[in-house]
């Protein structure tokens, strides 16, 4: 049976994960963060030295797996649950420069698919509708200014110790968008065919809903 296949793509911290898992939840769809496994080759590279040396090892020494506890996704390298030690900035930064590698793009390339060929799914990331699953059922593309994905972020880490100022992550910000929207392979950028969803003036349950209003039109899921 063909699965029903959904994308959401744009820059970093636009909401797309939550909103994702939200949805999915709702429809009982697996929801699947393909920048995990982005940032968990990540921490695989920081134990090697040289850009040579990781892609000697990522096809031998690199496996990934995704899991589910209770819908969350965790995601284990080498066996180890992973999922909380990737949300770092190093671990941010070091993903988008790794997922500019085109090894590093077609090493997950076919997880993915398989993935979206097994279960309906909600997957997010950054060319999932360009070059992972150009054949999706709808599209998303959501996106927010960088200031306020930057002032979203700065609330999130509020009263966390060693917390970045609101410049510096409007900085990084900046920086992954400009390295995920200009890197030769992949780069993120909205297709003609994906819904546009500015959230700069929405709150979570309202893009929640929009997306939830696309659905149902697009599909008979009772
Ligand atoms: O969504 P995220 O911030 O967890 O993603 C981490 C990095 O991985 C991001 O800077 C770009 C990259 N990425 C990608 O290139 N393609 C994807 N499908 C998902 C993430």
Sequence with gaps: MKTINITIDGPAGAGKSSIAREVASELGFVYVDTGAFYRAIALFALDYPTKRDFLRKLESECHLEMKYFGGMQCIF????NVT???RTQEISMKASEVSALPEVREFLLEMQKEIAHAYNVIMDGRDIGTA???DADLKIYLTASAEERASRRYLELEDKPDM???EQILEEIKQRDDNDMHRAISPLKRT?????????KMGFHEVCEEIMDLIE????LD
């Design 132 to 134: 992972v699953l150009p």
């Design 77 to 80: 390298l080498n066996g180890e």
């Design 217 to 220: 039109t697009k599909f008979d």
């Design 84 to 86: 909380d030690k990737i």
């Design 164 to 166: 970045p100022s609101y």
């Design 192 to 200: 003609n065919d994906a819904v546009l969803i500015d959230s700069t």
